[in-house]
């Protein structure tokens, strides 16, 4: 991988360390896997007013294939691929994939080739480096995994190459408010003991950066929006339990910990149990953005030559969308 320059303000990227959290995490994963589902239930409604019938369909960043039935029923006809950088989580997607295309061995093979395979396919990649042809899918669909990477913009630049022209991305990720809470308790801890600021939680990029990224690498009528979702917790120790079973944390060397150290966790829960609310609950905040954009008709061909589309002759300049 050659991913070294992370965005500012964001720790360097170490995709092997990721992959291993990730993977003591998919056994427990289904504990925090609420926040995933609600999200997709999300996603689905507001693909609800998009008209399409993709042909292929690609989940970036499947986990543990949660989401893969809800394409499969929405898409009854295209196949479905999934991707994920951890080999555990791709195990668990596993289970999606029992039982489903067994009556397709009783077809005659020219038939099966038509309908495609309604059975997800699984491969273990980095986002930014997928094994797929150029154009391969017509929908790609990524749900709360985007934030992980370091670079979007090189994402971004990948899942454009990896659509057809006209496909549809539609994704979800996590803003820059998500685990205030974190942020915020830890900041008190190291003011109050004399050490030096550092980071705990990656820093998620904004709405509007993530809309130019789009732009920037392909994309045409991105919509963005965003909403703000609070977690409550009786103990400071179960939400931190629940953010690393999310595999937050990701730069985090979980080594065991030495004297002072433990001295600043300990200080650190007591400053998340301060924030107990009236009613006796920690809050943990979640800024959910939303986005999906359309793969732009190239404007230039490889060698940098305009293309004029036969359609557009005649109209003068180009109309603003």
Not at 45 to 69: F, H, N, Q, W
Not at 94 to 99: E, I
Not at 251 to 266: S, V
Request: hydrophobic residues 40%; glycine residues 8%; contains cysteine.
């Amino acid at each position: 991988m050659s991913l070294s320059s992370p965005r500012p303000g964001r720790p360097a990227y170490d995709p092997r360390h990721l992959r291993r959290i990730f993977d003591r995490r998919a056994a427990t994963f289904n504990e925090v896997a609420f926040l995933p589902r609600e999200i997709a239930q999300r996603m689905r409604e507001r693909l609800d007013y998009i008209k399409m019938t993709p042909a292929s369909v690609l989940d970036a960043g499947c986990g543990p294939g949660e989401d893969l039935p809800g394409l499969r029923e929405r898409f009854p006809e295209a196949p479905v691929f999934g991707t994920d950088l951890s080999f555990a989580m791709l195990q668990r997607a596993l289970r999606h994939d029992a039982g489903d295309t067994s009556w397709r061995r009783f077809l005659p093979a020219s038939v099966g080739r038509a309908l495609g395979s309604r059975g997800p396919r699984f491969t273990q990649a980095d986002f930014a480096e997928l094994p797929f042809p150029h154009g391969t899918f017509e929908l790609l669909w990524s749900n709360l995994a985007l934030h992980w990477h370091p670079r979007p913009d090189l994402v971004f630049g990948e899942w454009q190459r990896v659509l057809k022209v006209n496909g549809l991305l539609m994704f979800s990720t996590l803003g820059p408010e998500t685990f205030n809470e974190l942020r915020g308790a830890w900041a008190e801890v190291e003011a109050a003991h004399g050490v030096p600021t550092r980071k705990h939680v990656i820093d998620f990029v904004d709405m509007h950066d993530l809309g130019d990224m789009l732009v920037e690498n392909g994309f045409e009528i991105p919509v963005m929006d965003q909403e703000t979702l609070t977690v409550t917790y009786r103990s400071a120790e179960k939400l931190l339990a629940d953010v690393r079973r999310w595999g937050a944390y990701p730069f985090e060397r979980e080594a065991g910990m030495g004297h002072a150290a433990r001295r600043l966790h300990r200080a650190f829960i007591a400053a998340l149990e301060a924030r107990k609310r009236d009613d006796g609950t920690i809050p943990l905040t979640f800024e959910v953005i939303y986005g999906h954009a359309w793969k732009a008709v190239p404007r230039t061909t490889a060698d940098g030559h305009g293309i004029i589309r036969l359609e557009d002759i005649g109209r003068g300049p180009t109309r603003n969308r």
